[in-house]
T-cell receptor, first 115, second 111 residues
Framework: EAGVAQSPRYKIIEKRQSVAFWCNPI?????LYWYQQILGQGPKLLIQ????????DSQLPKDRFSAERLKGVDSTLKIQPAKLEDSAVYLC?????????????FGSGTRLTVV | RKEVEQDPGPFNVPEGATVAFNCTYS??????FFWYRQDCRKEPKLLMS???SGNEDGRFTAQLNRASQYISLLIRDSKLSDSATYLC????????????FGRGTSLIVHP
């Protein structure tokens, strides 16, 4: 089965610019997650979707970050405007049945550098 | 206090050694748990689920202690290829299951 697809793999932008990341989950996976992983830390959940509804976005900095999953399949995460501290790897993951039983499958991530 | 805590290490062990990591979670509503492995500059990959009765997969054993709110991972007969960061995950129920990752424990296995 095809894995979780993410693009781009790398992105370098200047602070105050905007950037968008794209994720296509594994076919049939209803739950989609966006994580931010800063070097030396564990993945931090930004937003979790169940189909096209938001389950949790309590750690999403909503003044600059937004995410959507309009048709319940692929998703985009946007940062506008970017700050230096947004430099991180942005990981998308998907799961069957909310992930409690079978865990989550991650994409390769997008490595963002803000200069 | 962080919801999921791990000792970042690194744990530096010789080949063939047995090593154990613990992970504590603070939310008693956490209901399912996993161990993930993450290699340098790669995405996390599922290593194993953690069941209440404990479970084993080859050289790896995972255990859950609900009373003390921790999970553990035991690696026997360490291989060089086991060098990686090991992340624990706790799922808490909140409408749907919401996963929280620890910061990871770094393991370095040397010859």
């Amino acid at each position: 089965e095809a894995g979780v697809a993410q693009s781009p793999r790398y992105k370098i932008i200047e602070k105050r610019q905007s950037v968008a990341f794209w994720c296509n989950p594994i076919s049939g996976h209803a739950t989609l997650y966006w994580y931010q992983q800063i070097l030396g830390q564990g993945p931090k959940l930004l937003i979790q979707f169940q189909n096209n509804g938001v389950v949790d976005d309590s750690q999403l900095p909503k003044d600059r970050f937004s995410a959507e999953r309009l048709k319940g399949v692929d998703s985009t995460l946007k940062i506008q405007p970017a700050k230096l501290e947004d430099s991180a790897v942005y990981l998308c993951a998907s799961s069957l049945a909310g992930g409690a039983t079978y865990g989550y499958t991650f994409g390769s991530g997008t490595r963002l550098t803000v200069v | 206090r962080k919801e999921v805590e791990q000792d970042p290490g690194p744990f530096n062990v010789p080949e063939g050694a047995t090593v154990a990591f613990n992970c504590t979670y603070s939310n008693s509503a956490s209901q399912s748990f996993f161990w993930y492995r993450q290699d340098c500059r790669k995405e996390p990959k599922l290593l194993m689920s953690v069941y209440s009765s404990g479970n084993e997969d080859g050289r790896f054993t995972a255990q859950l202690n609900r009373a003390s709110q921790y999970i553990s991972l035991l690696i026997r007969d360490s291989k060089l290829s086991d060098s990686a960061t090991y992340l624990c995950v706790a799922n808490r129920r909140g409408g749907s299951y919401i996963p929280t990752f620890g910061r990871g424990t770094s393991l370095i296995v040397h010859p």
